[in-house]
Each structure stands twice: as C-alpha cells, then as structure tokens.
C-alpha cells in the first residue's frame, strides 16, 4: 500500500492527504471489503507523521462509512457498493452553452423608462441602518427563531395602522398577512380550496406578471375591458368571474383612477351572489400629485368580500421584498387552516427594520419627498414631450403614480419600435406588452407605459430625443 | 346646502373638511345626479375660506368621481350608484374573537431545546452592517430594479464558489436559484410539469414541513424507512419513488449520516431508469464537529439527477429568508421556461450584503466560531444528560448538526410530555412529531429532538433539571 505524503502542501492538512489516498484506495479496490488498514501506530511511524494525522484520517473515513472499527481489533474496509454504468457516457454534467447567461448588466442600458423601477438616489439609507441597528438591538431574539406564518405581530400592527391612516383600510393586525412579494401570497390565497375552480377577471390591459400567475395556476382568466369609469361592470356581469383582480386607485397600466359609482357597482356585484373576492393590487396609490390619495375600495367595503394588497416595492423598494394583504376574517380563517406550518418568506431583519423606520417618520419623510420629486420629473416630462410632438401625441396625463401612456402617431410597428429602443439602449415597454387577449393594434398609433422613477432632471430632454428617433 | 368648517380643527385641513361635507351630501343624495355644485368662488366667499380650498376640494371629489366638470359651465354632481343590501346585516366585519391572536411571545418560554433556532448572540452585525454599507454603495441601481428571476449574477458567483469550496458541490453560477426558503424553491420545481404526477419518497421520520408541502401539492408521499447505512434503499426499490427527498449528510430528525455505500446505491438506482431525480436537503451539514464535513451526494453524481437544496438559515439566521438550489442544466432548462417572469424573493439588500459578508472572510469566520461555540454546548449538554440519566437514557451522539436524538426511559406518554414541557416553559419538540406514517409508537421510550443552538453554557445544568421533572 503506497501512500503520497507531501508535508510541503499547504492547501491540505496531512490528515487530509492521508484521508484522501486511502479513500482512493478503496474506491479503486486495491483494499477489498474485510481487509484491515494498518495500525494507527504503524502507519503513523511508516509516514514519519503524527499518529493524530492518522487518527483523524480514519476518523472522517469512519464517518463517511468507508471502514468501520471493531474494537480492540482495529478498522476494516467496509463493502462499497460500485457505480454502475460509469463507462456510459451519461448526461454531460458540464453547463450546456445554450443555458449560459449572457451577463445582462442594467448598466447597458444609457437612459430607462421602465415603470418597474423606484429611485434609490434619494433614499434615506443613514436612517434605514439606523433602524436597522433599532431591530437588531431589540429583536435579535425572535429573530433566532422562524417568525409567525403571517410575520412578527408588533411589524403587523405597524402595517394595520399605517394602511388605515394612508389608506382607509380597516383592518386589525390580525389580517395582515405579510409575504415577499404580491404575487406569492396572492398565489397562497387562491391556491385554497375555497378558490377551486375560479375564474378570475382582470383588467385588460392588465398587469401582465399576475396574469402569467393565474394562467401557471390553471385558472380561467377571463379579461374585461375598460370604460371611462374603470372596469366595464357589464362585462364582469356578463363573464361571470368569481375573482376579479383589480386596480382601482391607478389602473395598471392605463393609469385611470375608477369612480365613486363603478367601486359600488363592483361592490355590489360582490356582495350579490355567494362566494365573490375582489382583490384590490393597491401597488402604487402611495403617489398621487397635486389631489390627495384616492381612498381604497376596501375601505367602502362593509361585506368583507375585499382582499386588499399592498406594498413596500414602490415607496421604498422592490428590493425589500416586503408586500402584504389583508384579509376579511373568513378568508383568514381558511388561510390560518391551511397555512399554519409555512415559513414567512419576508426578511424578518428587514421587516424590523421597516417597523423602526415607519415608526420614526422616516417612511413618511420619504414618501414625501418621493411624492415632491417624481411630480417634478414626472411634469417636466410630461410637458417636454408635448413640446416635441405637439399633436401627434396624446398623454393621458393622471397625475398619479410612476408611470403615464402616452399615445404616438407613428407608422412604426411596436417590434420595430422595441428592436429600435433596444438599439438606443432605452429601456421602454409599450402597451402592447399589457394586452391580455388577442384583440388588433391600433394602426398608426404607438402606445408606451412610460416610467420616470429613474430619470433624472437632466435626462429629460435627451429622452425626449432619443424617443423622438424611436417612435 | 349647510356645510360645517371648523377652521380650528388642526387635525384636518380646511379643503379636506369641504370635501368630506360635500362628500357626504352627495352620498346622502341631498344633492342629486345633474345638480351644480356653488361655484368656488361663491362658496369660498360663504364659507369664508381661501378659493383654494374649495379648489382643491373639488379637484379631489373629481379625482374619485363624485363630480364632474364641464368647462366654462362648473360642476355637477355625478349619477351615484347607491349600496345595494346595506339593510342587510351582511357578514360582520368586525374580526371574530376566535380570530383573535393569543400574543405568544417567545420570551414566554424560559428555556428553549427548539432544533429550528440559531444563535444571534455572537453573530457579528457590526461586520454585517459594514457589508450592507458597501452593498448600498456599490449596488444602488441594480437594487432600483427587479432582479433576475433567479437571484443576481455576482450573487450566484459567490454561492457556487462557497458551495464548491465547502461541500464539494459542482456547478456553475448559472444553476444556482436563489429564494426564500428551502420550500418555496422546491415548490417551483416539483411544480414543473416534468414532475406532474410524481411519486416522492422520503425518510420517515423526516422533515414535518417538507412533508406537509408534499401534501398540499397533492403529491403521494411515500415514507422510507432508516436503516444502519441511510435511507433503506430496499424499500425506495419496491416503493418505487420517482423523486427521494432526503437529508444525506445528517438525516433530520435522527441526525444519521449516510454512508458512502449507501450514497452510491442511491446515485445508481437514479441514473438506473427513466427520469429520477434526488433532492439533497443539505439544511445544516456546515456544523460538523470532530471530523470534517462530509462531501455532498451532489459531489459524486456525475449523472445529474441530484437536486443540491443549500441555505444560510442555519449558519447565519433564518430569519433572513435566502435559500438556493444548485439544479442539474436539464432541470435548469425547464426552470427558465417556467420562471421567466417571477420576482425572485429574497432581499436583494440582504443578498448583497451576503456577498460582501463573505467576501470579506467574514462568513468563514462566524462559521469557524460558531462551530466551536455549538461543539461546546452539544458536548457540554451531552454528558449532563448522561450524568443525571446514566443508563436511563441513550443519546444517538453523532458529533454533527444542531440538534441530536435522546432517548429515556420514562413511563410517560408523548401527549404527556408536550404538556408538561409547556407548563414548564419548555420549548421542547419529541421524535413522534416527525413520524410521517402512522407507525406504533415504542412503548416506555420517549426519544425527544434535543437542539442546542440557543441554550446558554449556564443554562445548561437547569435545563436538564427540568428535562428530568418532564420525562
């Protein structure tokens, strides 16, 4: 039995070199099963090491079942069963090249009108540690252990009274149900047996990640259009859903605000007949400019038949992962029964912190300064376009929320429109992405969801231009 | 039409007061549909307020649809859908008392033998904070944006790099998936229709909430019982799983190490046929005391059927909520077409900071030092136990994990033990818990989960007190 000791290696202990020849002399079977190894003593004198290296050796080749020790005798090679079919040449374990990522770097992009994102510039990242270190100091405790179902009580209470006072919703903190994303917990939601079967109308066009999620949830997905009141309530009554999915405060992504009369006519249609939800993605309400905030329908909704959704992703941001809902009590009932053995998948660090961070003012102090910035950029935007286009664009100018439509004539097709976009290294998603039935284009018209979360005063203009060459 | 201004009111403001006046005489029908509203200046003049106020009143009913405006004319009161079935005492929405949450803080217990802890008391936040700063610094813009469905790029670096490093595991940055937990990414995957009807099996006992997932995803589960070497590759044989969900290197609950042997058994009875897959849970082999880790199943499959499941839950907290599967490229290939459009859900901030933390040497160092913390408290509880028990009790000492089986003698009955835990504040869990069949119980035994990660070295003798007054 020859053994290779380099005493000159430093990237491998002894014990580990000895570890290592022995495993491949019985994975090799130049030792059989049955055959002892040699005293600890006697191989330890023969490598001229210590007889700790040996022992500790034998020790991780007991522990990985290589031998075993029958006391007072010595270690034995246990039987180790063979790969079989190693000579076949199986599944390449190598990465194939197709599945390589290409490195997409956000950096690619020179200007972004995405209405995904939020603006960090401003973010009051000295007072989030501050709070941060707040959680820390108080709740390392629970934070050793795996948090409520629903998250820690104390950040719920600090949601159920933020969303009453922002947003009317009336709620105990009991309701809340906080998750790392709307989708998630949405999904939760209509995964119970309660929503076997369900069709779900939405918005159309509509919010296009939640519509994938119904479809990979093999629910119907009945789409309603929208009139100037919001949803079309004469569709939804004819289409029959039980769930509706909307986005009454600031349509996504036509940006319309539904009525007073269209949210009692959908309230009425929910409390008429047996088991109807609607789910209200409140996503982005937080950012109303130059009116106050439109109260959420959840607030009007006396029949419990609300499920209200809310978020941190846009205040603060999506990176966070922090969204909530609030359920009517039956619907907590049943999610209680079926969810009481998951793991809350928020970041618990993070939601102590959020808690300390709200509770300081600092939240609010943001969402007024988010609220002061964006009505700037989003105005100058606004008002630039119009300067440059005149009447060949129509803007549907709500002043709410971090993305508008605007309508351009043009005799581009919308891939051309994309492919062209992407040449200028814009970031631009167009209506059309939204659609959630096959109903034609309109001709000659180019509609885009513009965001301006990320542009910067100074970048007006030379978007506006580069639109220009695009559209 | 009488409206109440109380200028004195500092709680509201005076255009909020109009709205709310005027909101309610529309509501209450004492305006009808068509009726004007006073024009602003008229009314301002009445009331004896700012024109501005009444301007931004009546922006704001416009904004919600209470009104509407026809230029050079004024306002109107709009046609108000009236709440249909308000007589009607609907379902109250009040929240039941039943619904009501028993605050159960954990400071209620005194004493805590909970396998799900991890201990915060060393954990160096200092360092954490130090990283989250740099993570602030250099990420700003990407943390602006969505990231990408499986977690960011240089993120997925550093975690195949350390899993490479630590168990051996090999695999690219690209296979690399990361989310909020163990269960929800093993949902995604099973979820895939490559996994439609599938058959699980898994050690029994075994992971309660791996088992409870398996269930609610109407997948059959088959219990595999433990043998000497691992999981009994007998029965996985005549049971005929398609997919093993195991826990090779330190079974949870029993805390056995699978033997290599066994490990290649189970490599080849999935490359054997068709399309097998094995799940590695390797929830917490980074603690291994005495002798080195044992290499992952992943490490030796060079047929790709194994499914590696990692997580820092256990090396830093769960409460952090990342997770990550390594997927074989075939695997990886379904998952991109399934998952193009989710949101990942974990903290990009905390991912970020996850980065740098190890990066920094940091994580190496925590582990190092909690490895050495937990071997002195497992040791330490190990042998009171045996003192007070002598050979009352038989301790399965696998110098791994954090958390370890006993068994006692005791003429106790588990619903018994349970009880008096509680009454004792005792965080304690017992075997029986984790039985997924409905196998007889050992008469006199009571073999208890005994985790040690929150037990303080002073804690130690009188918990062990109290563990005698249970069993």
Redesign the interface.
């Known amino acids: 039995m020859i053994i290779h000791i380099d005493k000159s290696d430093n990237r491998r202990f002894v014990y ?1 070199q000895i ?1 290592n020849e022995l495993r491949d002399i019985i994975l090799e079977k130049k030792l059989s099963a049955g055959d002892p190894l040699p005293p600890k003593r006697r191989l330890a004198s023969e490598l001229k090491v210590s007889i700790n290296s040996v022992t ?1 050796a034998y ?2 080749l007991l ?4 031998i075993y020790s029958k006391e007072r005798s010595g270690y034995y090679v ?9 000579e076949q040449s ?7 090249k ?4 290409e ?1 997409v770097q ?2 690619s992009y020179q200007y972004s009108l ?1 209405h ?6 401003l ?1 009051p ?1 000295k007072a989030w ?1 501050k709070s ?2 707040l959680a ?1 100091e108080h709740h ?8 409520h179902p629903q998250g820690p ?1 104390m950040v719920r209470e600090t949601i159920a009274k933020l969303v009453s006072l922002n947003r009317g919703v ?1 709620c ?4 809340v149900v906080i998750g ?2 709307t ?2 917990l949405i999904r939760q939601v209509l ?1 119970m047996e309660e929503f076997k079967n369900s069709t779900v109308g939405m918005e159309n066009p509509g919010y ?2 939640m519509h ?1 999620l119904f479809k ?1 949830m093999n629910l119907d997905v009945l789409p309603v259009s929208l009139d100037r ?1 919001g949803l079309n309530i004469d569709e939804v009554k004819s289409k029959k859903p039980n769930v509706l999915y909307i986005t009454p405060s600031h349509q996504f992504p036509t940006g319309k ?6 949210r ?2 959908i ?2 249609w929910a ?2 007949s047996g088991v109807r939800y609607v789910i209200e993605d409140d996503y982005d309400s937080e950012f109303k400019y ?3 905030n ?2 959420s329908l959840q607030s009007l ?4 038949n609300v499920i209200y959704s809310g978020t941190f992703s846009k205040t603060l ?5 922090i969204s909530y809902l609030v359920l ?3 619907l ?2 049943a999610y ?1 029964a ?1 969810y009481s ?3 809350q ?6 939601l102590f912190t959020l808690h300390y961070f709200i509770k300081s003012g600092e939240y609010d102090k943001h969402l007024k300064r988010m609220n002061h910035y964006y009505e700037k950029i989003r105005s100058a935007l606004v008002k630039e376009i119009k300067n440059q286009y005149k009447d060949r664009v129509e803007i549907t100018d709500i002043p709410a929320g971090l993305h508008f439509i605007a309508k351009f004539k043009s005799g581009k097709s919308y891939a051309e429109v994309e492919q062209k976009a992407k040449a200028h290294r814009l970031e631009l998603y167009t209506l059309e992405r939204f659609k959630i039935d096959d109903s034609p284009t309109e001709e000659d018209r180019i509609s885009l969801v513009i965001g301006f ?2 542009l910067q005063e100074e970048e007006i203009r030379p978007v506006v231009d580069v639109l220009k060459q695009i559209v």
Do not use: C, H, W
């Open positions: 580990q570890y500790n020790e991780q522990a990985e079942g290589y246990e039987d180790i069963t063979q790969f079989t079919g190693l199986g599944p390449d374990n190598r990465l194939p197709d599945l390589k990522e490195r956000r950096e995405s995904m994102s939020t603006n960090l510039k973010f990242f540690i941060e270190k820390i390392k405790d629970e934070m050793s252990d795996i948090s009580y009336v105990e903190p009991e309701q790392p994303g989708q998630p995964d296009g990640r994938q990979d009141q605000i539904m009525t007073i009369s269209r009692i006519e309230l009425n409390a008429a130059g009116t106050d439109i109260p909704d006396n029949k419990t941001t999506s990176s966070l992962r009517p009590p039956e907590l009932r209680r079926n053995s998951i793991i998948g928020s970041s618990t660090l993070n979360a990320k």
